[in-house]
């Protein structure tokens, strides 16, 4: 499983230039910093905020400020390391199949913590709503998904798709693993409301993320899995997505009460003990199962 000589790490291989690692995190914060302003000018030049509900502004913020992160990182890959963009885990097989499967476990996974939440009573019902909530919030909820996939997969993009395959390949796997799990926490240490146990989870995300990617040999399920936990977290049951406030509504809107160590407090479920059992259970599961029980 830890080999660089098989799937995406081999095919990072046949990169022209792969980078250290220092040079590999300054081209990761290049590539998303530079992207963002990008989508940010084209979003300007369109002026797509003026355009429709608040549900339909928020999905184009997150395919403008995501959407070009990926494509810059595209364009580096086909053109500086001259490969193909398929080599970063978007192989054409079955890909449907496996974004899906990858999704139905994002929706598993999330609704496990908040079971867990349910049972230990560290959930109520939130009465007094900001937001639409139900059938008057469905048509926002489902306009909503196409900025998570896009949102998603881009982080997923950067981090395992090519971070995590291009320091595994000059390096060693657990190397990329680590530090791309690394990356990905960090990117997450100024969002509001952030804690320690917040950025310990997210990284515990990043390994659970990276060793999907590295069982499957491909990147259509962990940016599915990626997307779905983050759908139904903030438009399914009405929570803080990695501490921001989603206020285009949802299916239902919980809220977390009791001690914040264990629910994530204001941060959302991601910052709480609840969701890191979740995760080392997930880790567990990809570890000691063979890959076609993840992906088919």
């Not at 007094?128 to 998904?145: D, E, H, R």
């Not at 914040?260 to 003990?273: H, K, Q, S, V």
Request: aromatic share 12%; proline share 2%.
């Amino acid at each position: 499983m830890f080999s660089n000589e098989r799937g995406l790490f081999k095919e990072a291989k046949k990169a022209k230039f792969l980078p250290n690692i220092i040079v590999a995190y300054i081209l990761a914060i290049a590539f998303l910093i530079g992207g963002e302003i990008l989508g940010i000018v084209t979003s300007k030049v369109f002026k797509v905020s003026l355009y429709g509900s608040n549900s339909i502004r928020m999905m184009f913020d997150l395919i403008f400020s995501f959407g070009f992160v990926a494509l810059v990182i595209f364009t580096w890959v086909k053109f500086i390391e001259k490969r193909n963009i398929s080599s970063v885990g978007f192989s054409k097989i079955n890909f449907i199949k496996k974004y899906f499967m990858g999704f139905i476990s994002g929706v598993v996974m999330f609704s496990s913590v908040v079971m867990i939440l349910g049972i230990t009573g560290h959930i109520v019902i939130d009465k007094t709503p900001t937001a639409p909530v139900g059938m008057a919030a469905l048509s926002s909820v489902l306009i909503i998904l196409p900025g998570w996939i896009i949102q998603s997969g881009t982080e997923e993009i950067l981090s395992r798709g090519w971070l995590m395959n291009v320091l595994g390949a000059r390096y060693n796997v657990k190397l990329g693993l680590f530090s791309s799990a690394l990356l990905f926490g960090l990117l997450h240490m100024f969002n509001d409301n952030v804690s320690v146990i917040a950025i310990i989870n997210i990284i515990i995300v990043g390994i659970f993320l990276g060793l999907y990617v590295i069982k499957t040999e491909d990147l259509w399920g962990a940016c599915g899995l990626h997307c779905a936990w983050n759908w139904i977290q903030g438009n399914i049951f009405g929570f803080e997505v990695s501490g921001e406030k989603i206020s285009t509504g949802s299916i239902m809107k919980l809220k977390l009460v009791g001690d914040e160590w264990f629910t994530g407090g204001a941060f959302g479920p991601e910052a709480g003990i609840a969701a890191t059992i979740v995760l080392l259970a997930g880790i567990t599961v990809i570890l000691f199962r063979q890959p076609k029980k993840i992906i088919y």
